[in-house]
């Protein structure tokens, strides 16, 4: 007999996330992702001034702020055809990666470690055999045996005390979870050292940014860091080195602890490698502009169709008619009037909300489709259209966790097996490693330039009379971000933002083809109903933020993941 | 290691919801605060709370909070409020994301040595810009509990002469 299983909300952050699944003989049979409450943010852009956008939209969510402003700036300078200095190209790119080194490591270790680590069973560890296997995984310092015995006394004290504290919400002693007690302690003890280490990276955009978050320093046509090397009140040579060890040390732990984290993990979990792959499409955009008008990048975006690695299309800019013209969001089975689907330039939010029908309108979320085909898009994306590229960091980055992975799993990992829940884990510390390396070489590019005698961060828009529309992208944390704003008179007329989360937890479209979280789930297993942490593991790989996508005011304190059972 | 921070959280767009931005425009206007006092408008922190929260001896966050006392009021809560699921108790649209970040510091060892919350209870918090009368009118009331409470530990910023305050950017704009 099947069961209706109700997760509500899914995300361990902030927001509504409504996960449905049916369960038939201990496997995921049918499933629906939907969002609980309307955005709507972006009829209060309309009638404003283009440049003030960018303050707007970082304030549309509780946890993606940063790259709302990097999108909107950049779909205005788009309108404008406005090229921005390199200062002000180099600055951003710092601020995005110096971000993304951030989101990332706290994903992994406080938003979905706890779905694979039991931190109970950590006190079974022998810490002297945790520190020789973390030794043997990398040459990072802080994996000596006095340590991990410190923080097994701490987890020792917790469970003592009857208060799991922050690890009270996590499923031990789930048939589910299968990492010895060393591997256990090790990433509990490396949990808390990424509440350190994650600091730096944000510090980075903090000292760039002015603060975060919530940027302050970036403008239609630039960004409004003065550069004097000889005035202490501006962006000199001491603060351009002072965050250089801030660089550093994230640095090192992306790549001696977080890197080598997730191979371990991925590893001794094989079998996750073969649940979770759902929609195979795949779309990323090209990052880290090199020149002042978007058109050369460091990394690569596109397509890929079908899990097909050959079927790779480049998309080389936000000019590019393949994908300015290939976006549209159908609401058939969202909350929406008008169902389409429509090309954002052209995009309504009027809600129309009904109860949830399975087989009607369930979401507020819309459903975004490119060419007419559901996309995953995230790291996982990014990395794999990366890889069908050539770039060499992505290669190399991925080559090396597959290597590992392969040498922990005694089996032989291939980039096939990254259309899974561990895939997207994997993929997303790959990003990160590839970013810890363009970050110092951004940085020197930054301090280069300046010290060259270069200052201009900023070039004054114009806005013309009549109508004018641009589409700003962004390969953010989540994955492709896209802001298309229609500029009336220097007015801005209509505003969509297009937001990785919408893309992953879209519902089904007008042709009932279901989006990738509920594509991802059919056939994950599920060996206890009341407590289903496998959905939770393949629906957190794919770092859900519906904050990001939704509205976020929950005035009724929840449970983390409240599970309902139905019939 | 900062002596004191407070921090105005809350998402400006969603009406109520900016009174903690907006009491710190309020104080940061009207208000010079020592060079070890951090007076900041986080907004919605969400993942980068731990790196604010961590390192200081004392904190006080200023929110809108869902009670059921009549909208404006408010309520002042105590680091314990924050983390135990007391009954009846329901606190900001922010939440879990402040229990959860206060734990995970104490496991960690760089817990803030003490937490206030001044609460300010909201009346709307859709998406639209703008407080209610009701709690615009609370905010002095509530820039004055936050200035008690640094007084408590020794933090008495200097009035600002003349000083003109303006309405925070999200209303201007």
Sequence with gaps: MSKRITIDPITRIEGHLRIDVEVDGGEVKKAWASSTMWRGIESMLVGRDPRDAWLFTQRFCGVCTTVHAMASVRAVEDALGLEIPPNAQYIRNIIMIAHALHDHVVHFYQLSALDWVDVVSALKADPAKAASIAESLSDWPGNSKEQMKAVQDKVKGLVGSGQLGIFAHGYWGHPAMKLPPEINLIAVSHYLQALEYQRYANQVVAILGGKTPHIQNVAVGGVANAINLDSPATLNLDRLYSMKPLLDKAISFVQKVYVPDVCAVAGLYPEWFGYGAGVKNYLSVPEFPTDGKNTKFLLPGGTIMNGDLSTYKPITGQRDEYWRKGVTEDSTHAYYKDDGPLHPFEGKTNPNFTDFQDNGKYSWVKSPRFEGHPMQVGPLANVLCGYAAGNPLMKKWTDAALSSISSIAKVQATPAMLHSTLGRHGARAVRTAVFSEIALQQWQGLVDNVVKGDTAIYYPPEFPKGTIEGVGFHEAPRGTLSHWVVIDNGKIKNYQAVVPTTWNASPRDEKGNVGPYEASLLNNPVADAEHPLEVLRTIHSFDPCMACAVHVFDPEKKRLARVKVLG | ?173
Excluded: C
Aim: zero cysteines.
């Design chain 2, 1 to 173: 290691m900062s002596r004191l921070a407070i921090f105005g959280i809350g998402n400006v767009l969603a009406q109520d919801d900016a009174v903690g931005p907006t009491v710190v425009h309020w104080l940061n206007s009207r208000y010079s605060f020592p060079p070890d006092v951090i007076v900041e408008d986080l907004g919605t922190p969400a993942l980068e709370l731990p790196t604010h929260l961590a390192d200081h001896r004392f904190v006080i966050f200023i929110d809108a909070v869902a009670a059921s006392d009549e909208p404006g009021t408010v309520k002042l809560y105590d680091r314990e409020d924050l983390i135990s699921n007391a009954p009846g108790l329901r606190l900001s649209p922010h939440d879990p994301a402040l229990q959860d970040t206060l734990l995970m510091l104490d496991m960690a060892g760089t817990a803030p040595g003490d937490v206030k919350m001044v609460g300010i209870v909201a009346k709307d918090t859709e998406m639209a810009i703008g407080l209610s009368a009701e709690v615009r009118n609370a905010i002095p009331v509530a820039a004055a509990a936050v200035l008690d409470l640094a007084e408590r530990v020794g933090v008495v910023p200097e009035p600002i002469a003349n000083s003109a305050p303006t309405a925070p950017w999200w209303e201007a704009a």
